[in-house]
């Protein structure tokens, strides 16, 4: 497996700020995800993020809310942008370790975040 | 109807028993199974995966999958304190997704 970091751990924020959440991954992988994991509910994909083309969003997610980049292969960032209650959430870096075919995901500690 | 529907608990059980934790899944696509294990604070961790129907053991856990019944089930023989989790299972959408669908998790405490 590999050793994802997530930056923050956590935070609060003040409602219609952004935050920046970092993803640094120990090694080499072709696909990093971000995912959203509200209480009560099931771990959500935000979009997959891949190196050298813009980030794919899955349904209920859009770009400008949730602007993501992927500069190499080790690294990713997630904006949370004008934050708003509703985002309180714990976001989730994943990655798939290449092996071919499906292989499993391993997941960061993960960014709690809290907005005021 | 979500597609996949996990108990969420809690559940409790004293140290040393047998836990049945339960996902049922309503795409037939899925083929591909994954059981993740969750500490407070903490990201999921990778416990097991199966691609097919049948038993997958690894140590004091066993992943079974019925994919006539569309039902997957993960045992903890001799459960420690160091269970206490939350256990999620995972599919991906399809042959070839990335995108994994979960459970909500449940919940499980040992009690020593």
């Known amino acids: 497996s590999a050793v994802i970091s997530q930056k923050p751990s956590r935070d609060i924020c003040q409602r219609g700020t952004s935050l920046t959440i970092q993803c640094q991954v120990d090694?080499?992988?072709?696909?990093m995800f971000w995912y959203r994991q509200q209480p009560g509910q099931s771990l959500t994909l935000i979009a997959t993020a891949n190196q050298g083309s813009e980030a794919t969003y899955e349904s209920g997610f859009v770009i400008d809310k949730f602007p993501i980049s992927r500069p190499n292969l080790t690294f990713s960032t997630l904006t949370v942008s004008n934050m708003s209650p509703e985002d309180s959430s714990i976001y989730l870096c994943?990655?798939?370790?290449?092996?071919?075919?499906?292989?499993?995901?391993?997941f960061g500690d993960g960014t709690r975040l809290s907005i005021l | 109807q979500k597609e996949v529907e996990q108990d969420p608990g809690p559940l409790s059980v004293p140290e040393g028993a047998i836990v049945s934790l339960n996902c049922t899944y309503s795409?037939?696509?899925?083929?591909?199974f994954m059981w993740y294990r969750q500490y407070s604070r903490k990201g999921p961790e990778l416990l097991m995966y199966?691609?097919?129907?049948g038993n997958k053991e690894d140590g004091r856990f066993t992943a079974q999958v019925d994919k006539s019944s569309k039902y997957i089930s993960l045992f903890i023989r001799d459960s420690q304190p160091s269970d206490s989790a939350t256990y999620l299972c995972a599919s991906p959408t399809g042959a070839g997704s990335y995108q994994l669908t979960f459970g909500k998790g449940t919940k499980l405490s040992v009690i020593p």
């Open positions: 994943s990655v798939e370790i290449p092996g071919g075919g499906n292989q499993p995901q391993h």
């Open positions: 090694s080499q992988v072709t696909m």
């Open positions: 795409n037939s696509a899925f083929q591909y």
């Open positions: 199966t691609y097919s129907s």
